[in-house]
């Protein structure tokens, strides 16, 4: 039976014989697996090409049925979430893609000091799970509003905007231990989150995230030490509100949303997935060098993760890009960077993802040549 162009199968149990698509159907937990799916529509970028198996899981016993199953047939597996970080080989990928859409959000109010343990299905999207955490008058993700994808993705690549990463909320984390097959909860601490990093990036494909646990203020506090969100209150005469910290965390995330809005494509028009790249985190000696020749070029203190004591300095990719390489806004055929923020990659509709890579690879050349700084992907390259 076809529909939309997929075949959809209901499985027992796959065993390969010598043609891949003979299939010998044995007891199995009934699972709906789809097969050639084609990937784009499932992603920001719009790119890519099938996946060979597909299962949209939306509970804990059906991402076990559809990891053992992988397993036992010696597929790769892929998490997909709101496909937002992620760029799709034009070949697609040869393995079972496994969409999450574990839903569900509770709250524990009992805590003392005015906290709040939130947690919130893996499936959950993020921004409506930031919306009712405003809304419910909890404070913490407001500066994380507006950013694409889902809630088990967050803690992946520990998501960060306007001057807050979520890792600062993250209580714990319930995961599947694909070694062990056992749900486990991981506390904040021990998911190691780091600048776009974290447990689950270093030990790929290990930890499926179910749900996350977090743990939010109810005192009304909000950040706006972020420069953007402070000239933003100070342009609309809040001065006042600033220095009597009178700013709501809804106001917080209304701004958040209003200056995005104004700096990044509508990935509804654009095929994108925001920031292609990591902003890089180089030595202080490294960064005098080029400050000599390029005195403008902004830079900020990291603090080093690896425990080293090097001074560190975070520098902001887009500034290089726009003011050294002046490659903002330029297009090549269907792939480009955006004309407000040179650090988003756009691409057009019918843009393959071949395209993008040889586009990004370019940049990549031309930041290092011009400045020495190795610069790496922020987004994932699927394939
Ligand atoms: C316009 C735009 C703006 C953006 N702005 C920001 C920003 O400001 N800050 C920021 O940090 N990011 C930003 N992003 C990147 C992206 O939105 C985030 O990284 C987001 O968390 C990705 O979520 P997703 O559900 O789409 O993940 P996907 O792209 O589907 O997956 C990303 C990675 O997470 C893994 N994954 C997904 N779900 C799970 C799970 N349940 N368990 C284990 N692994 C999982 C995937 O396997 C993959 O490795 C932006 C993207 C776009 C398109």
């Known amino acids: 039976m076809t529909a939309g162009g997929c075949t959809h199968i209901i499985f027992r149990h796959i065993i390969w014989s010598s043609h ?3 299939i010998i159907r044995r007891n199995w937990n009934f699972m709906n697996i789809q097969e050639n799916v084609p990937l ?15 299962c949209i899981v939306k509970n804990g016993d059906e991402l076990k049925d559809v990891i053992g199953f992988a397993k036992k047939n010696i597929l790769p597996y892929f998490v997909l979430g709101g496909g937002s970080n992620i760029l799709v080989s034009d070949k697609g990928f040869m393995g079972m893609v496994i969409k999450m859409e574990i839903q569900g959000k509770s709250i524990d109010d009992t805590m003392i000091n005015d906290q709040v343990m939130i947690s919130a299905g893996a499936g959950e999207m993020w921004d409506d799970f930031v919306e009712y955490t405003v809304d419910q008058g909890f404070n913490g993700l407001e500066n994380l509003s507006a950013i694409p ?19 600062q909320f993250i209580y714990s984390v319930h995961a599947l231990d694909t070694q062990t097959m056992k749900e486990i909860e991981i506390s904040g601490h021990d998911c190691h989150f780091g600048y776009r990093n974290s447990l689950f990036k270093k ?10 646990n977090f743990l939010l203020k109810k005192d009304g506090k909000v950040n706006t030490e972020y420069k953007d969100l402070k000239e933003y209150f100070l342009k609309k005469n809040d001065q006042l509100s600033i220095i009597n910290n009178q700013i709501t965390p809804a106001q917080v995330r209304e701004a958040v949303i209003n200056i995005r809005w104004n700096k990044l494509p509508d990935w509804n028009l654009w095929g994108t997935a925001g920031s292609f790249f990591k902003n890089p985190v ?18 900020f203190p990291e603090a080093s993760n690896t425990g080293g004591h090097e ?4 520098i902001p990719l887009g500034w290089v890009l726009d003011n050294v390489c002046k490659v903002k806004g330029i297009m090549r055929g269907g792939v480009g ?19 993008v890579v040889a586009f990004t690879q370019d940049l990549m050349k031309q930041v290092k040549d011009a400045t020495g700084i190795t610069i790496e992907a922020e987004v994932e390259w699927v394939n």
Do not use: M, W
């Open 20 to 22: 891949p698509l003979a």
């Open 40 to 54: 784009a529509q499932y992603t920001t970028f719009k790119i890519g090409g099938n996946a060979r198996f597909f």
């Open 149 to 167: 994808g889902t809630v088990g993705a967050a803690p992946v690549q520990n998501i960060g905007a306007y001057g807050a990463e979520v890792g």
């Open 203 to 212: 030990e790929k494909g290990r930890y499926i995230v179910v749900s996350v």
């Open 282 to 299: 180089i030595s202080q000696a490294h960064f005098d060098e080029i400050k000599v020749k390029y005195p403008g070029l902004p830079g």
């Open 311 to 314: 001074d560190l300095v975070k």
């Open 337 to 355: 960077t955006y004309e407000k923020q040179a650090l988003v990659i756009v691409a057009k509709a019918g843009a393959t993802a071949g395209e």
